[in-house]
């Protein structure tokens, strides 16, 4: 089987994991644009910190709301048709982010929350068709790639919003990604096949290959999520654990960054964009590095377990030690070289964790992430306002970082106690 995937270098299933990856960009980037553009948006409207940290965290009540929703619905319809469909309808939100924030506060969290009620398709939609799509033995790579998106999103995201705010104004940059977005959905809709199967292009090579995405299945036809067993099992609250911390230092550094390197450094917008996306590329480079070291030492023998506990609780832990040094730092340059070294971190972390859901259920993947991606919201809510009311109430960011990195250390002391890669299902 390795000789089958190391002829076929380049396949449709490839096609389709850059496409997801595109998705996953651009999700990232109509996340983060409204972290530069909330500095502007915040001395046009007045916002205090706290009402600033609303406008930030509103975004994931709707992406939390429809996290096992959007795996349903991706079971039930196909996950080509939910992700063009998600694609196109947080693309409308963007576009009318500076509408809506024109009309009233309510108004514009409104707009937030429906924008992260497309999102929340993401994850579920795109382990859908990696399900139907990518090989056992690619899974760490594919997973990667994806997540790649999301560092690529941030930096693209953060430098080219810094840009288009301090030369169009604060508008421009959900203009801009809006209008990607939707030219995404048009290319998706007429490139992509939901399933192998249906797609005539897809060489014999290949075809054979594919094959083992349906025996890890067992089969086309997908049974009833067995929620009872999924919520006795220890190794699915352990992926949820790990799941919370990482998101809790990921949505509190993706909408603070700027807002730090501003406030805590005295760096003007542009500058703020810059340092903030620089640390995304380290986090790219973290999932592309992870994913190969690990399917290849999964091949090489290495049990799974072994090898997701190594990145996930040795990431974790290696973050919470730079956020706990970053509070006595008071040199940008070095509170950046160490804010790198943290999201390398989470990068690996996350290339571990987030390929455990295919491990424990390949039938249910798109539930099993939405399942833990609805508990990971959570930091997105609570952490990122909570992030605001902290700075308004000690004028720094030092309690915030505390919280993150305890938070990492038990994620990391629970994964390594309780996780599993052996399938739940027999």
């Known amino acids: 089987m390795i000789d089958s995937i190391r002829r076929a270098t380049w396949g449709r299933r490839h096609v389709l994991v ?9 999700g990232y980037a109509d996340r983060v644009n409204i972290a530069v553009a909330s500095i502007a948006m915040q001395a ?18 709707g992406y939390m709301a429809l996290q096992i929703g959007a795996g349903a619905l991706a079971r039930r319809f196909g996950g080509k048709a939910v992700l063009g469909f998600a694609v196109a309808w947080w693309s409308l939100f963007t576009l009318a982010t500076p509408f809506a924030a024109s009309l009233s506060i309510g108004v514009l969290i409104a707009a937030r929350i429906g924008l992260g009620l497309g999102e ?14 990518v090989p056992p033995a690619e899974r760490g790579r594919a997973i990667g790639s994806l997540l790649s998106g999301i560092p690529l999103g941030q930096i693209v995201g953060f430098l080219a919003s810094g840009w288009l705010t301090a030369s169009f104004g604060w508008p421009a940059s959900f203009y801009v990604f809006g209008a990607l977005g939707l030219a995404w959905t048009g290319y998706w809709l007429r490139t992509v096949a939901n399933d192998p199967a249906h797609d005539a292009r897809v060489a014999a090579t290949e075809r054979a290959l594919l094959l083992e995405c349906a025996s890890s299945r067992h089969g086309a ?30 949505y509190m550094l993706v909408s603070w960054l700027p807002s730090y390197f501003r406030e805590s450094h005295g760096l003007s917008i542009t500058n703020s964009g810059l340092y903030s996306a620089a640390p995304w590329a380290a986090y790219f480079a973290a999932l592309q590095l992870t994913g190969r070291w690990s399917d290849a030492a999964i091949a090489r023998g290495r049990h799974t377990i072994t090898v997701r ?8 832990i290696a973050a919470s030690a730079c956020l706990l040094t970053l509070r006595a730092v008071d040199s940008p340059a070095l509170a950046l070289a160490l804010i790198c070294v943290a999201t390398a971190s989470i990068g690996v972390a996350a290339s571990g964790l987030t390929a455990v859901p295919l491990d424990l259920s390949p039938r249910h993947a798109p539930v099993l992430i939405g399942f833990s991606n609805t508990f990971a919201t959570i930091p997105g809510i609570a952490g990122v ?32 106690r309780f996780a599993s890669a052996q399938p739940l299902e027999r």
């Open 18 to 26: 850059v496409l997801c990856l595109a998705a996953m960009f651009l």
């Open 309 to 316: 506990r190594a990145a996930t609780a040795g990431g974790l």
């Open 120 to 133: 929340a398709a993401l994850m579920p939609a795109t382990y859908e068709l990696f399900s139907r799509w």
């Open 385 to 416: 306002a909570v992030t605001g009311w902290l700075v308004d109430l000690t004028h720094t960011y030092s309690t915030a970082f505390l919280v993150s990195a305890l938070f990492s250390i038990g994620g990391a002391l629970l994964f390594l």
């Open 221 to 250: 036809q997908r049974p009833a999520t067995p929620w009872r067993l999924f919520l006795r099992a220890p190794p699915v609250w352990a992926l949820v654990a790990a799941h919370f911390a990482h998101n809790w230092t990921l």
């Open 44 to 61: 046009e409207f007045h916002w205090t910190q706290t009402v600033k940290g609303l406008v930030l965290s509103s975004f994931f009540v």
